[in-house]
């Protein structure tokens, strides 16, 4: 069985920064597509950035330019780097990751919140 970890989300003022992780736990795996979505009170989940078994990337229009979705050199962990946050981008984050032979996988959510 695998599991996904996150961690990194918290309360910041507009302007600042978080970075968020996500850690696929477990053994005999391997891991295509890896990414965060998010979910706003009364609003659907929405994709916010997602990474290939490679090195493409795909963002939401809405933070293109601030945040970047990066790997880390363990190959089960990406990293979410957001700059320049607004109150809009507050949400819940939740890490998904397709999974070989396991299938689509989801954390357990995590909690950012930015002030104005």
């Known amino acids: 069985q695998v599991r996904l970890v996150e961690s990194g989300g918290g309360l910041v003022q507009a302007g600042g920064s978080l970075r968020l992780s996500c850690v696929v736990a477990?053994?005999?795996?391997?891991?295509?597509?890896m990414g965060w979505y998010r979910q706003a009170p009364g609003k659907q989940r929405e994709l916010v950035a997602r990474?290939?078994?490679?090195?493409?990337?795909n963002y939401a229009d809405s933070v293109k330019g601030r945040f970047t979705l990066f790997r880390g050199s363990a190959r089960n962990t990406v990293y979410l780097q957001m700059n320049n946050l607004k109150p809009e981008d507050t949400a819940v984050y939740y890490c998904?990751?397709?999974?070989?032979?396991?299938?689509?996988?989801w954390g357990q959510g995590t909690q950012v919140t930015v002030s104005s």
């Open positions: 998904n990751a397709n999974i070989i032979p396991f299938g689509d996988r």
């Open positions: 477990g053994t005999g795996f391997n891991i295509n597509v």
């Open positions: 990474i290939s078994s490679g090195t493409i990337t």
